[in-house]
């Protein structure tokens, strides 16, 4: 059996390096997840997504070529049960752009270190991830 076989399979897309390695290493401290690809733009995004069919997607909203919005309604028009967790550093619109567009969770990149691996889970397990400060900030926008 592979000692990956029932781990967390998991693609990480920014733009950033940087941001690229600290989730590698938040996500490589977990026994039950593992990183199976990452991407730098929503195209490379949308590729590997195919290529590599992971159990949930992180992707930043703010992506070079194609918006991470974008990415997840490309990927979830061919594979409808894409799990999608969209991590931002913005504000404003992209949220509700996010949700309709099909993904299952945001959080603020600044949410990361305390969020994320609750998140993933919870999205691996098809339910939906919004921190209270997300759903406080979507109460005011309705």
Known sequence: MSAGLNKI??????????????IRAVISAEKDM??????ENGEEAILQFKQLRPDVSLIDYNLPIICG?????AVRKEFPAARCLVITAFN????????????????????????????IRAIHDGQQYFPREIMNQMKKNN
């Open 69 to 73: 919005a974008d990415v997840i309604d």
């Open 34 to 39: 593992m990183v199976v690809g990452e991407a």
């Open 92 to 119: 404003g619109d992209c949220l509700q752009r996010s949700i309709s567009a099909g993904a299952l969770g945001f959080l603020h990149k600044d949410m990361l270190r305390r969020e994320l691996i609750t998140a």
């Open 9 to 22: 399979k998991i693609l990480i897309v920014d733009d950033h390096l940087g941001m690229r390695d600290g």
